[in-house]
């Protein structure tokens, strides 16, 4: 007869293993073509830039002159109305931050400061989504309106859902559905039950019986077993 308590440590690590080696928000395979990447002066008006990074590609709208609208969230926008502050460009912290405050906007930067050091493709969406990209001038002039503060959701309202709309008149963004894609994985393996209603059990007994340790350990289990 197995171990319960092996059982649990093997999931754990098998989860944690999914999860680092897993890119979750990259949209890009493995070994980009370098061919793929293009030079600032071979961007057009209304192009799609795409800085393909380790867990994430960041998108934006190229609308000339080296400038480039994207949305990127930023908590310093709730806490200041100041400009000269929250134009500087926006460091890790800033944005990690925008992410877990549900802040962002969509910003003007050069295209430096949004690449950010990292090579750069130009309208790979169009042939990842296989749609029909509006006319350039019209995907610059909609970035252009969109300027401004904005809500931010990982799932609902990142970079990805502004450059599809500007682009191709939808919000979409395969990156997360990927997500979504990888979290309903682990959600539905029912050893995920077994391995939450051990730690909340552990929990309690270490920490004691209250609200903060009990619900958890009985409403997490419930309703992993109801989603699988």
Same mark, same amino acid.
């Given at each position: ?51 393909? $990074? ?7 709208? @190229?609308? *000339? #002159?080296?400038? !480039?609208? +994207? =949305? ?34 969509? $910003? ?7 690449? @950010?050091? *990292? #090579?750069?493709? !130009?309208? +790979? =969406? ?103």
């Amino acid at each position: 007869m197995k171990n319960p308590m092996l059982e649990v440590v093997s999931l754990l690590l098998e989860k944690l293993l999914l999860i680092s080696n897993l890119k979750f928000f990259s949209s890009s395979s493995p070994g980009e073509d370098k061919s793929n990447f293009y030079e600032i002066h071979s961007f057009k008006r209304g192009d799609v830039l795409e800085v393909p $990074r380790t867990h994430l590609t960041h998108y934006g709208i @190229y609308l *000339g #002159d080296n400038r !480039v609208a +994207h =949305l990127m969230p930023d908590i310093l926008l709730a806490l200041t109305d100041d400009q000269g502050l929250t134009q500087k460009v926006v460091s890790n912290k800033r944005l990690i931050l925008g992410v877990i405050g549900k802040v962002a906007s969509i $910003r003007v930067d050069t295209v430096e400061d949004f690449s @950010y050091g *990292g #090579d750069i493709l !130009v309208n +790979h =969406l169009d042939e990842a989504l296989q749609k029909k990209a509006l006319v350039n001038e019209e995907v610059a002039r909609r970035a252009e309106k969109l300027l401004g503060v904005t809500s931010y959701s990982l799932l609902w309202n990142n970079c990805e859902h502004f450059v599809t709309y500007c682009r191709y008149g939808i919000r979409i963004s395969p990156q997360a559905d990927k997500f979504c894609e990888n979290v309903k994985i682990i959600i539905r393996d029912q050893r995920s039950v077994l391995a939450s209603a051990v730690l909340g059990l552990a929990s309690i007994v270490y920490l004691g019986m209250a609200s903060y340790t009990t619900l958890p350990a009985i409403f997490i289990p419930f309703f992993l077993w109801m989603a699988g």
